[in-house]
């Protein structure tokens, strides 16, 4: 073999190399987004027992499943160092927007807010000398679609609350609805995401749903509370469950 066809040989051979690590590396980042995403559901599904369990036992389990989520994030950031966050970003992404979704339904079931950006790198980071250092890079992109994930999930909570008849739950779901609608209502007038404007029929369709069934339990207390109060003495002393008689 000519020494000119040696050169182009091993030209390709170092291009062949090259292709195979960034394959590679791409799809450990996928495996690790993959898991990141299955094990921030399981910190949904567990968050939304609330309605069935103490709050202290919902957030203890979550706070479990979140160290682990936490070994994921450290064991995918080994594949993010340098150029490589912005890389292989698309891969990681989905994983990111689970954990976003899944901490900020926590924040929201804890403390009634909306999570910030600020608050999910704070949940990311590690102390590092003395400082912590956010494991993974999170986009402005990232926490919008992971926060315009929350309606479906605050509309379960919701209608999981209105079987308990919890009224007080349901209009804290409506007024943090409407909030975020706001919110991205606003982002998307200044600037055009793509996949954002994708998930606004899915927010609105959420809203509504919580709308109506806060109208629907507004009506049906009004109407227990005229029935109630027509009922003759005799009935009252006897304990009569107005909903039974209804049903």
């Known amino acids: ?11 390709f051979n170092a291009y062949r190399d090259t292709l195979d690590a960034h394959y590679d590396q791409r799809e450990r980042v996928i ?11 399981k910190i949904v599904f567990a968050l939304l027992r609330i309605t069935q369990d103490t709050p202290e036992a919902v957030f203890k389990d979550a706070a479990a499943k979140h160290k682990q989520v936490l070994e994921l994030f450290a064991k995918m950031a080994v594949e993010l160092q340098g150029s490589n966050a912005m890389k292989y970003n698309r891969q990681a992404t989905p994983g990111i927007q689970e954990y976003i979704e899944a901490v900020g339904l926590w924040r929201f079931l804890e403390h009634n807010q909306l999570i910030t950006k600020s608050q999910v ?10 400082q912590l250092q956010p494991l993974v890079a999170v986009t402005d992109e990232d926490y919008l679609l992971g926060i315009s994930d929350l309606p479906g999930e605050v509309n379960r909570y919701c209608i999981n609350s209105i079987g308990k008849g ?6 804290r779901c409506l007024e943090f609805l409407r909030t975020l609608k706001e919110g991205v209502s606003l982002v998307l007038c200044t600037r055009k995401y793509r996949d954002l404007e994708k998930k606004v029929p899915v927010l609105n369709s959420s ?12 009506i049906r207390e009004n109407e227990m509370q005229h029935f109630s109060a027509a009922l003759p003495a005799e009935a009252l002393a006897m304990d009569v469950d107005s909903r039974t008689i209804l049903t």
């Open 1 to 11: 073999m000519s020494p000119r066809k040696q050169q182009i040989m091993a030209s």
């Open 207 to 218: 809203l509504e749903k919580i709308e109506k069934a806060f109208y629907s339990m507004s």
């Open 166 to 171: 919890d009224r007080d739950a349901v209009i």
């Open 31 to 41: 495996k690790c987004s993959r898991d990141i995403t299955a094990l921030s559901k």
């Open 121 to 130: 790198l704070e949940g990311l980071s590690r102390d590092v000398d003395g």
